[in-house]
């Protein structure tokens, strides 16, 4: 079965720094990648997907992801953090039916 | 736009007695259906996932077992609960077409078993 793995489980920032959290998954098929993020007190929502083309999507509220299928991975990134993206970011993969998620990133940003 | 309700929201269980959360979704139909358990620092695990009633994939071994007896209702169950059946349980789904495989969720499940 294909696993997901975050490597970074607590980030701490500042506002206005640089983020990049890290995802890479196990499986060598044809996937669909997702980050999720959950807000505290709140649902897990979707942040933005890849399916297919432009390996670099954009979501809401300033967060891009890239695709690199040689590395298996799938990284968040945000030029400029705010004190509102505090939370927790899941990345997810699917497969046939088969989603996994990773571990998590608590993102913690300091104002 | 897809909606998933979840009851109960908070339930407190002796080790050796029964369980059963229901989700039930509205606003699609045919959904692939998801049961997860979350917990601090491990992330969602997947527990079981159906693409149909009567349809049910188990991904991880237990003491849970979960039944689709209809179309947008999903049920997880446990004959005897165990202290380490303690959790964040997640019910989503996911629909084909436009947005096909992007999950909703509901809120969630806490069950603590003493």
């Known amino acids: 079965a294909q696993s997901v793995s975050q490597h970074n489980h607590h980030v701490i920032l500042s506002e206005a720094a640089s983020l990049e959290l890290g995802c890479n998954y196990s499986?060598?098929?044809?996937?669909?990648l997702f980050w999720y993020v959950q807000y505290p007190g709140q649902h897990l929502q979707l942040l933005l997907k890849?399916?297919?083309?432009?390996?670099l999507v954009k979501g809401i509220k300033g967060f891009e992801a890239e695709f690199i299928k040689s590395k298996f991975s799938f990284n968040l990134r945000k030029p400029s953090v705010q004190w509102s993206d505090t939370a927790e970011y899941f990345c997810?993969?699917?497969?046939?039916?088969?989603?996994?998620f990773g571990a998590g990133t608590r993102l913690t940003v300091k104002p | 736009s897809q909606t998933i309700h979840q009851w109960p929201a908070t339930l407190v269980q002796p080790v050796g007695s029964p369980l059963s959360l229901e989700c039930t979704v509205e606003?699609?139909?045919?959904?692939?259906l998801y049961w997860y358990r979350q917990a601090a620092g491990r992330g969602l695990q997947l527990l079981f996932y159906?693409?149909?009633?009567?349809?049910i994939s188990s991904e991880v071994p237990q003491n849970l077992s979960a039944s689709r007896p209809q179309d947008r209702q999903f049920i997880l169950s446990s004959k005897k609960l165990l202290l380490s059946d303690s959790g964040f349980y997640l019910c989503?789904?996911?629909?084909?077409?436009?947005?096909?495989?992007?999950?909703?969720f509901g809120a969630g499940s806490r069950l603590t078993v003493l």
């Open positions: 997810a993969v699917i497969n046939n039916n088969d989603m996994r």
């Open positions: 499986y060598g098929g044809t996937v669909n």
């Open positions: 890849y399916f297919s083309g432009d390996p």
């Open positions: 606003g699609t139909s045919n959904p692939n």
């Open positions: 159906s693409v149909g009633i009567g349809q």
């Open positions: 989503a789904c996911s629909s084909l077409g436009f947005g096909a495989n992007v999950l909703t």
